[in-house]
Structure formats: C-alpha cells, structure tokens
C-alpha cells in the first residue's frame, strides 16, 4: 500500500468516493425535489422524450432524480440506484436536450460521467452498501 500524505491510498479512493457520490447524490435531489414540490405546475410543460405520457416520464424522472439520488447520497442499493440515473441522463441529454447546444446538454453529461464512474467503482466502504458486506464478510 503506497503512502501519500500520510494516508493510503485505501483511504483516499474511500474518501473521494464519499464524496463523489454524496455531492452527486445531494445536487441531483435538489433537482428531483424542484420537480416534486412542483409537480402540479411541471406538469403542464413537461416533455414526453420517450413517448409514456408527460405524467409517467415526469414520475420517473422525480423517482430517479430524486429518490434514487438520496439512496446514492448514502450509499444503499447503489449500483442498483444508478442504473435510472444513467439513464435518466442519457435521455436528457441526447432525446431531450439532443437538438440543443452542447451548453443545454454539458449538465446531464457531466451527471452521467460521475453516475458511471460511481457505477464502475461502487460506492466504496463509507457507504451502507459497504458496512453491509463488512457485516456480511464476518
């Protein structure tokens, strides 16, 4: 195990993936959560990207944006929570945002980048995912 900054590297991945995925996951609900208290108005202008109705993609959306993005803030179900992320922004930034300017679609990218990444790594072992399997391996 290499030492850098009296630390090892152990310890820095766990560190950057805690806060890889509790930023991530905290900034997405805050999304979610405007889409959620205002549901009734979203409602009326929201787009139908993949043809379920403007009521169903908005629901989606909120349990993904929102839902799923609290669950990645603490690390449960992670990988599992991730998937309606990834895809939540793959849609928005090539269906919904995908005739728009690279400006309209750099915020979803940027997501999916991270929620990869995430996917890829896993939450790490500051996570409830990781004090699970600690129990598990005991």
């Keep these: ?16 993936l805690l806060i890889l995925r509790v930023s991530a996951g905290l ?14 108005a979203k409602l009326q202008t929201f787009s139908d990207p ?16 929102f839902f799923c993005a609290i669950f990645l803030a603490i690390g449960f179900l ?15 930034a090539f269906i919904a945002h995908g005739d728009d300017p690279f ?13 990869v990444s995430l996917f890829l790594l896993g939450p790490g072992k500051w996570s409830v995912d990781g004090q699970i399997n600690r129990k598990n391996n005991y």
């Design 27 to 40: 900034m997405m609900a805050t999304h979610g959560w405007a889409k959620l208290s205002e549901f009734s």
């Design 78 to 92: 992670t990988r599992l929570s991730l998937i309606p992320l990834i895809i939540v922004m793959l849609v928005a």
């Design 1 to 16: 195990m290499k030492k850098i900054f009296f630390y090892s590297d152990t310890i820095l991945k766990n560190l950057a």
């Design 50 to 65: 993949i043809g379920l109705g403007p009521a169903v993609s908005l629901q989606l959306v909120i349990f993904a944006e």
């Design 103 to 115: 400006s309209a679609q750099e915020k979803s990218l940027l997501f999916l980048t991270i929620f």
